[in-house]
Structure formats: C-alpha cells, structure tokens
C-alpha cells in the first residue's frame, strides 16, 4: 500500500508554533513531488504549499508565506511543516500528499497528486 501518516497536529494559542510531519510508507519520496494541503469544515480544499523532488522549487499560498515553511528528509522518508504565528484562520484539517516527479517543479494544484494521508487537525484558538 502506498501510504502517507501525518502527526504534529493539536491545539496552540493564535501566535503559536506548531511543526508537523509526514511519513510514507510503501514507497520512497525520493523522486515525489510533495505537498501540503488544508480543509475546513465547509469550506473547498486548498494548497498550502509544495516542494519539487530535489527540494530544489518551493511554493506557498500567500496565506501562509512568511509564517509556513515545508521541507523534507528523504533519509527519514518524510515530510515536514513547520507553522509559526498561527492564526485562527488557519484552523483545519491539514493533509500531506505526493504525486510523480514533476520535472524539478511543484504546483499547487491538488488534483495533481494522487497519495493522500487521512490528515492531522490543527486548531488555533484562544
């Protein structure tokens, strides 16, 4: 099975900092493009922001540029981010997903990538 787990999730205080993490199991990322995504209740599914295989291209939605950072570690076989001055907004269900190598590129387009973790909420809230 091709699997992606996420962990880190919880609840912080807006302003607060919280780093979260994927690990795949039943392949290797070492040739993914890797990307993290993000739903609401109500609200449609969006791109927080993704990484080429090399880690050599790097996108953010503009919510979270500035305050997100996505990264990587092939030896781990994971995916990280790290969010810092959380905001209320970005309360939600937050997903890490992967998808062929895209040529040394990412984009934030979901309906690209294919492998899908069942997601770990993040609530900021005062």
């Known amino acids: 099975q091709l699997q992606l787990v996420e962990s880190g999730g919880g609840l912080v205080q807006p302003g607060g900092s919280l780093r979260l993490s994927c690990v795949a199991s039943?392949?290797?990322?070492?040739?993914?493009?890797i990307g993290w995504f993000r739903q609401a209740p109500g609200k449609e599914r969006e791109a927080v922001s993704c990484?080429?295989?090399?880690?050599?291209?790097?996108e953010y939605a503009d919510s979270v540029k500035d305050r997100f950072t996505i990264s990587r570690d092939n030896a781990e076989n994971a995916v990280y981010l790290l969010m810092s001055n959380l905001k209320p907004e970005d309360t939600s269900l937050y997903f890490c997903?992967?998808?062929?190598?895209?040529?040394?590129?990412?984009?934030?387009?979901?309906?690209?990538?294919?492998?899908w973790g069942q997601g770990t909420q993040v609530t900021v809230s005062s």
């Open positions: 997903a992967a998808r062929r190598n895209m040529f040394g590129l990412c984009r934030l387009d979901s309906a690209e990538y294919d492998i």
């Open positions: 039943g392949f290797t990322l070492d040739y993914r493009v």
């Open positions: 990484m080429s295989h090399s880690g050599g291209r790097i």
